[in-house]
């Protein structure tokens, strides 16, 4: 009686290199960063410095505080575009009051924005079941509405911008921008959150399976409710952080992070379907996107050329990971 030995068939290159990437996501986000940087110091020699790295981080941070309420809300398949809203309000009611208020007490008024909308964001998803994305954009109108109204009843007073948030928003100590005194306890937060908390857990069974999340006893408006009051409030602290970095209050001051936010969080590897993703490499998506943008400037692009090839990249990085991800 004879056997017939079988010979492995050996892993082509291509298919180990995919499977690499799969299981390490966040190597081609790594890779592609560098990849700019380097890009970035051949067309401008120099530019990579100390002060660079510096000023990248401080404009990176508001967009990963953003991109991570966006992180929260799209593991359980939804999307929050009320959080640039959310964020002007916050620091246009704090560089407002605080010319007449107390500091703790300007800085109450100011959240207070926040709070009341994620609220009636969670009920509205959780209770009322309205879909995320018209109900965080409705919410998003009302308060732009609401903040105009405000600003007629305050345009005698002025603003001004409160001392902390300008060292907060610009300052550098020891070559360190000083917002990552609040930034890295709050991003340690929330990775710890997601990664080892029952409600970091319940995120992403909801986005994963809500049928089956409802069946195991769940409280989904709950959930829910508590997860919009989170991404508002952290939109709030953005708010506060931002205008000490831009030192303008304006009705539209955060608004331009939105689709970004949605972008460096698409980019970081988190699914629009729910489910799936981490913060982790949100943070990495938020700084690919910082230096693109700093790329695109020094280029000179027109404003149209600039949005096509932002669009483009965002689209490439995105359809290469879903295939990783979708050949494991």
Known sequence: MSTTAITPQPVPFGRRIKRFMADRPLVPLVILLVILVVILQILRPGIVNERWIANTIKFAIPLAILAGCQTMTMLTGGIDLSVGTVA????FIMATQIVNQDPAVAF???MMPAVLIGLVNGIGVG??????LIMTLGTSLIGTGCLQVYQRTVIASGARIPDFLNWLGTGVTWGFPNAL????????????????TGFGRLLYAVGDNEHATRLSGVQYWQVITALYITSSVLAGITGLLYIGLIKAPSLSLAEPLVLPSVAAAVIGG????GGRGGYTGTIIGALILTVLTTLLTILQMPEGARRILFGLIVLFVTAAYLRIVDER
Not at 127 to 132: E, G, I, K, L
């Open 108 to 110: 109450l008024l100011a």
């Open 270 to 273: 988190t699914s629009i379907f």
């Open 88 to 91: 002007t309000m916050s620091a």
């Open 181 to 196: 005194l609040l930034y890295v306890p709050l991003a340690a937060l929330i990775v710890f959150t997601l990664a080892r």
């Open 127 to 132: 209770v009322f079941r309205v879909h995320p």
